[in-house]
């Protein structure tokens, strides 16, 4: 008689549960935004500190490949650079000259027109002082044009040089291993003293603090939900306790599909249903590949973790 007891009695806890609307209307897993970190610069690595669990948070240098061959050739670079920009012309200088005898034939000028209103030079005398500061104007603009002419022509080697210096500087900077987002280490892929290349992964990490719960529902459902929209997500705990949480909608599947194979009946993944995804603060308490369960009505009275038996 006991056996059957406690067959009548469980009957009876799960309609009275199904009365009350206490049961799931979708379920699935959690899942996470993994992102896995990759070399951009092909070396040894020098240093790599990160453990798998650790809590890094974004901006943080983790690590460094090996940036010597890269350094002696910016320095290389450097010095050509030097030597190109020291055969520039310093046109002021070179034309000083030219400007101080162009000064003294135009201070001679002004001594002639003076001397030839007191009838004590001729037009000759000015007009020879007149025709040199014409020569010396003319000569100062052919050499200031000749020397800005290979300034610009120095300057244009200049530019491929200086684009290389450019390039080797942002190798160098990506030789620093720095961890884009905050988040949890979950795998790591490589170790110190290891030689690593361009795109190879170094370690995944994933951002713990907000989970998402990815469940399927039926197409009966949908008229019932709604991107933005606040659903209640449940999950198991100890002692036979649900604990239940907030959650938003932010993706609802536009196509239906097939069941997936974690769901444990063959009846129920021959059914067609649309995949969503639930966004949920974690406090700790959510783990990536954790059950759990959606009620698309707000149980505002069961949030703040309580739980029933």
């Known amino acids: 008689m006991k056996p059957i007891y406690t067959i009548i009695t469980i009957a009876c806890i799960t309609m009275l549960a199904c009365q009350n609307g206490q049961t799931d209307d979708a379920s699935g897993t959690f899942e996470a935004v993994e992102t896995i970190i990759s070399a951009e610069m092909a070396g040894k690595i020098n240093q790599l500190n990160i453990e798998e669990g650790e809590v890094i948070e974004a901006n943080t240098v983790v690590g460094y490949i090996d940036s010597t061959q890269i350094y002696l050739k910016m320095k290389q670079i450097e010095a ?87 390039q080797l500087a942002d190798q160098l900077q990506k030789c620093t291993i720095r961890n884009p987002i905050s988040g949890t280490v979950l795998s790591k892929y490589a170790e110190q003293f290891e030689q690593t290349a361009p795109g190879k992964p170094l370690y995944k990490i994933a951002d713990l603090s907000n989970m998402i719960l990815r469940a399927y529902i039926t197409g009966n459902q949908l008229a019932d939900i709604k991107i933005n929209q606040k659903i209640t997500v449940t999950t198991d705990a100890a002692n036979g306790e649900t604990h239940y949480t907030e959650g938003i909608v932010t993706w609802i599947s536009n196509r239906a599909e097939f069941t997936p194979k974690s769901i444990q009946t063959k009846d129920e993944r021959a059914n067609m249903v649309y995949a969503i995804k639930v966004l949920v603060k974690n406090n700790g308490t959510f783990k990536i590949g954790m059950h759990g369960g959606v009620r698309l009505k707000v149980r505002s009275d069961k949030l703040q973790v309580k739980s029933e038996k």
């Open 80 to 166: 050509q650079i030097e030597a190109v920009e020291s055969r520039k012309p310093d046109i002021d200088v070179q034309i000083a000259p030219l400007i101080k005898q162009l000064q003294t034939a135009e201070n001679e000028k002004i001594r002639v027109e003076n001397l030839m209103k007191a009838n004590a030079a001729t037009g000759k005398q000015l007009d020879d002082v007149t025709a040199q500061i014409e020569f010396l104007q003319k000569q100062i603009a052919a050499q200031r044009s000749m020397l800005t002419n290979q300034s610009k022509s120095i300057e244009k080697e200049l530019i491929p040089l200086q684009v290389q210096n450019e």
